[in-house]
């Protein structure tokens, strides 16, 4: 998807500029009549809003190329916990990490997995803040490796998981397309988690990477 989607979202920064621009000109020039500019400033609002995700996009597209090298993913795991721990510390939120003790090396991109990891992570947060006060807040964060099966290589896997209210089954599809979110504006991209663990998925990272099942976790 890389490649024909950035086009798109570099052919949208001219005209959202204009809008951009010819909004606040709108909004300046209804100096007296309240309910117009605020008219215009919701169309600004708006546009911004579309720069900030046309940006994001772009930064994600425009990544450089998966360096795949031997990586350990309890690296990857521990470091993302360790960036998140003040975070999780001041929101009430305890973080499990079950990290198998003999996970071989996979074939990856460290940075991509990193922030993915790191964006499901803060996904978990996310859900755990708007979950009723008094339930148990607890991530966990497991590695592991799936039985060998007869037919294919052993599959290394990385898990987020937290006690939040989950997934509603209707979305289980949807969290995996680029720009989905329930979240409000400013917080939600709809880039970060589940469909950036899949974009790594098919156009980089790891065959040893397997995104968490959603119905349980974080995804
Ligand atoms: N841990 C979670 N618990 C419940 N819902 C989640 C969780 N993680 C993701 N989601 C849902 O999936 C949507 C998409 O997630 P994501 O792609 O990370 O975008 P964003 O976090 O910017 O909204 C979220 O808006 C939310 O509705
Ligand atoms: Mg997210």
Not at 78 to 106: K, N
Not at 145 to 155: D, Q, T, V
Not at 183 to 193: A, D, H, S
């Amino acid at each position: 998807m890389g490649s024909l989607l950035a086009g798109v979202a570099h052919e949208l920064n001219n005209p959202l500029a204009i809008v951009m621009g010819r909004a606040s000109l709108l909004e300046e020039k209804c100096e007296g009549t309240p309910e117009l500019q605020g008219d215009a400033r919701r169309i600004r609002e708006a546009a911004e809003r579309c720069g900030r995700i046309v940006r994001t996009f772009l930064n994600m597209a425009r990544a450089k190329p998966a360096e795949r090298r031997n990586v350990q993913l309890n690296d990857l795991a521990r470091a993302a916990a360790d960036m998140l721990a003040y975070t999780f510390r001041s929101h009430g939120i305890e973080l499990q990490l079950e990290l198998a003790a003999d996970l071989p090396e996979v074939s990856a991109d460290a940075d991509q997995i990193g922030q993915v990891v790191l964006n499901l992570l803060v996904n978990a947060q996310q859900a755990l803040a708007s979950a009723p006060a008094e339930g148990v807040r607890r991530v966990k964060l497991a590695s592991g490796i799936e039985a060998r099966r007869s037919n294919r290589e052993p599959r290394v896997w990385l898990r987020v998981a937290d006690s939040g209210p989950g997934v509603p089954p209707a979305l289980h599809e949807k969290i995996f397309e680029p720009f989905f979110t329930t979240k409000p504006e400013g917080i939600g991209t709809g880039l970060g988690g589940p469909s950036r663990a899949r974009w790594c998925v098919i156009t980089a990272a790891s065959s040893a990477w397997r995104s968490a099942p959603p119905a349980r976790s974080s995804a």
